[in-house]
T-cell receptor
Framework: AQTVTQSQPEMSVQEAETVTLSCTYD???????LFWYKQPPSRQMILVIR??????QNATENRFSVNFQKAAKSFSLKISDSQLGDTAMYFC??????????FGAGTRLTVKP | GAGVSQSPSNKVTEKGKDVELRCDPI?????LYWYRQSLGQGLEFLIY????????KSGLPSDRFSAERTGGSVSTLTIQRTQQEDSAVYLC??????????FGQGTRLTVV
């Protein structure tokens, strides 16, 4: 089974600053997909960003960007200009080519005013 | 519907009773997933359906747990003889081929 590791159970950042959340994964496959999801207190899982493994260019969505290092099996999320609304649990996810999807344990991010 | 629908949103049951949790995926999505999330914790994989293939049941924690997906659409997760440690939020998600999964709001199960 594929494993996803998030080594930072909790993190905090001051409003307007930048924070990076770490994620590593273990797979022997060459084609796969990676995602970051956000789960605010409402419990609804929200897709933040996705990355296809065959693309070398790092994905970017507004203030959110990733650093995808395929050889190192690393997929970190950078949040720029942090906002209070970014406070949430963040989950890294790995999807195999057959759609099988597994998640990391999550990182609880708190943005402080 | 527009999104993944789960019912009930909350369920309180007595220890030892059976419960059924329902998930209506987005129409046309071939993959369907069930995850369990204990308070403040990550998503524990339970089971995964993909099209007509045999489901991946490797995450089911015991034989008290079972799930089915009828007609490639609606799925039901059944927990027999519930225990207090089964208390959690059960999340369902669906996905078209090779793209992100869309989640329902979850069912919060409380076993008393």
């Amino acid at each position: 089974a594929q494993t996803v590791t998030q080594s930072q159970p909790e993190m905090s950042v001051q409003e307007a600053e930048t924070v990076t959340l770490s994620c590593t994964y273990d797979t022997s496959e060459n084609n796969y997909y990676l995602f970051w999801y956000k789960q605010p207190p409402s419990r609804q899982m929200i897709l933040v960003i996705r990355q296809e493994a065959y693309k070398q260019q790092n994905a970017t969505e507004n203030r959110f960007s990733v650093n995808f290092q395929k050889a190192a099996k690393s997929f970190s999320l950078k949040i720029s200009d942090s906002q209070l609304g970014d406070t949430a649990m963040y989950f890294c996810a790995f999807m195999r080519f057959n759609n099988d999807m597994r998640f990391g344990a999550g990182t609880r991010l708190t943005v402080k005013p | 519907g527009a999104g993944v629908s789960q019912s009930p949103s909350n369920k309180v049951t007595e220890k030892g009773k059976d419960v059924e949790l329902r998930c209506d995926p987005i129409s046309g999505h071939t993959a369907l997933y069930w995850y369990r999330q204990s308070l403040g914790q990550g998503l524990e994989f339970l089971i995964y359906f993909q099209g007509n293939s045999a489901p991946d049941k490797s995450g089911l924690p015991s034989d008290r747990f079972s799930a089915e997906r009828t007609g490639g659409s609606v799925s039901t997760l059944t927990i027999q003889r519930t225990q207090q440690e089964d208390s959690a939020v059960y999340l369902c998600a669906s996905s078209p081929v090779l793209t992100e999964a869309f989640f329902g709001q979850g069912t919060r199960l409380t076993v008393v």
